[in-house]
Structures are given as C-alpha cells and as structure tokens.
C-alpha cells in the first residue's frame, strides 16, 4: 500500500469511526433503553454531541477524497480529539460518570496521533505528487 493509500484509507476509517459514535449518541439519546450503557448526556445534549461527532466525521471523508487539500480540518480534528479525550477523561476522574465511558474515546487519541503524523509525514508525499 502507498503511502498516499494508506492516508486516504485512515481518514475514511476515521469518518467511520466517527459515524459509528455519532450513531450510538444519538441512538442512545432517542431511545435510552436501546443501548446499555450509562450517558453523561440527557435527550437533548447527546443529539447535538451526536450531531457534532457526524460533521467531524464528514470532515475525515473529505479530507480520505483530497488530503492535500484539507489540512485545517486534519488540524481541527487533532484539537477535537485530544479536548474530547481531555474532558471525558476530567469527568471520569471527578465521579461525573464511568470511567467505562472514556474507552472508546482512546479512539479518538490513537486518530489525533495518526493525524499529526499526517501532517509531519505524510503532506510533504502530497505535495511531490
């Protein structure tokens, strides 16, 4: 696999990533017996949460279809990621809710990582192409 593949292939399976979180707030949000689990969110906030993670997932698709092309989202993707791990994990810690809650963000940390690596690695291979 080519780099410029690779890098593609990693935005796109971070818009799913994205999607898939987007879908499990919203659901949950909806219909709160739907999924076991506990959520720091009531109806309303888990919506816009949900709705928020769809359009950052929007963005890592446009940024799979042209990574040349996008850096200020792969750089507001970083900021989001790593203040979504920082909050999550600053409540988990106060007692606000489950520490259970802040594993599937450790997602969006290794993404934050990719992404950086993406923009010190992997522009300059888009840029001689």
Known sequence: MTRPTYYKTMFYAAAIFNWLAAATAIAKAAS??????????????????????AVFG?????????PARN????????????LTFALFL????????????VIPIFGDVIFAFLFLEFLL????????A
């Open 32 to 53: 709160p017996s739907l999924i076991a689990m506990d959520s720091p969110f009531d109806q309303f906030g888990g919506e816009v949460f949900g709705l928020f993670v």
């Open 58 to 66: 929007y963005g890592y698709f446009l940024v799979a279809r042209d």
């Open 71 to 82: 850096e200020g989202i792969v750089w507001m993707g970083i900021v989001g990621k790593l």
């Open 90 to 101: 600053a409540h988990a810690m106060a007692g606000t809710f489950p520490f259970v809650l």
């Open 121 to 128: 690695a992997g522009r300059p291979h888009y840029a001689e």
